[in-house]
């Protein structure tokens, strides 16, 4: 990844962040229901992560919030995105694996998505049954991640929105 430059996330970045994902992703991307888990809570500041290309323009981000699961804490991980140019150079999965490892550096053993299971699949990333995301979520795209062996093991419950 030595062509960009990653940094945290600044609070100047924010909008220029919402535009990639706006690029990225379908419209309405925010009626996805993790969007609701997101709502009025801000992302972990240490984990959110951009990457600029040699001329400084954005070529992907990734951020983190923090949710319940149960009566357990989980980090969930997304919006991800790499601007379409760039994607299939190793980007995304860079910026999954840095945050993930900050993650784990700064006390996080439980990290969860939505999303593609075959792309997440590499990263260790296996479906969570019986971990239920506000609807509509097809629970077949609801992935999860072990940083400390076992820490999914039994866990159930809905996941809800941050509340300290
Ligand atoms: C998904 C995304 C972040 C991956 O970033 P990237 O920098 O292109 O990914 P990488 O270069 O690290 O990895 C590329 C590999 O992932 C695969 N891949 C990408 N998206 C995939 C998906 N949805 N399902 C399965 N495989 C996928 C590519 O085919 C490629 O495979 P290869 O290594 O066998 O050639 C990027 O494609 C993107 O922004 N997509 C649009 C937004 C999005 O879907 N975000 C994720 C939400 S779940």
Excluded: K
């Excluded at 888990?37 to 323009?57: C, F, H, K, M, N």
């Excluded at 804490?73 to 760039?86: F, K, S, Y």
Aim: charged residues 20%; contains cysteine; glycine residues 12%.
């Amino acid at each position: 990844m030595q062509q960009f430059d990653i940094r945290p996330e600044e609070p100047d970045d924010w909008w220029e962040v919402e535009a990639l994902y706006d690029l990225c992703f379908a419209p309405g991307r925010e009626a996805l229901s993790s969007y609701r888990l997101r709502d009025d809570v801000p992302p972990v500041a240490e984990l959110s992560l951009v990457a600029r290309d040699g001329q400084g323009i954005l070529a992907g981000a990734i951020r983190f919030w923090p949710v319940h699961v149960g009566a357990h804490d989980a980090l969930l991980l997304g919006p991800v995105a790499v601007h379409p140019t760039h994607q299939g150079e190793g980007l995304g999965g860079y910026l999954i694996q840095q945050g993930v490892e900050a993650g784990r550096d700064i006390g996080w053993d439980r990290v969860m998505l939505v999303g593609d299971a075959p792309y997440y699949a590499r990263f260790g990333f296996n479906p969570l049954t019986g971990v239920e995301m506000p609807p509509p979520t097809n629970p077949d795209r609801v992935l999860g991640l072990e940083l400390t062996p076992g820490v999914w093991s039994g866990i159930q419950g809905f996941v809800t929105r941050w509340t300290g």
